[in-house]
């Protein structure tokens, strides 16, 4: 796996246990939908910290908390 693909699996996971749909997620994290949508797709191949703070901010979670999952474990090398 990606380090994006966790990336937009751990937002739909937390998504998903909060109830929220991506819209819900936007309007709590003060962002368009369509900036979460490309996090969540291929548009974004770097999600960049500033908006993965947003979406923990409006979550009320740290950064620390967002990557505390298995899905940041065994990822594929970026460099090769």
């Given at each position: 796996?990606?380090?994006k693909e ?10 998903q246990q ?10 709590l994290?003060g962002?368009?939908?369509s ?6 797709n291929?548009?974004?191949?770097n999600?960049g910290v ?6 923990c ?7 620390r908390?967002?990557f505390n999952?298995?899905?940041f474990?065994?990822?594929?090398p970026?460099?090769?």
């Amino acid at each position: 796996m990606t380090v994006k693909e966790a990336v937009a699996m751990r937002i739909l996971e937390l998504c998903q246990q909060r109830s929220l749909a991506v819209s819900g997620l936007a309007n709590l994290c003060g962002v368009s939908p369509s900036t979460i949508y490309s996090m969540l797709n291929h548009k974004s191949q770097n999600p960049g910290v500033v908006s993965l703070q947003k979406l923990c901010d409006g979550l009320n979670i740290t950064l620390r908390e967002f990557f505390n999952s298995n899905l940041f474990d065994n990822l594929e090398p970026e460099i090769q």
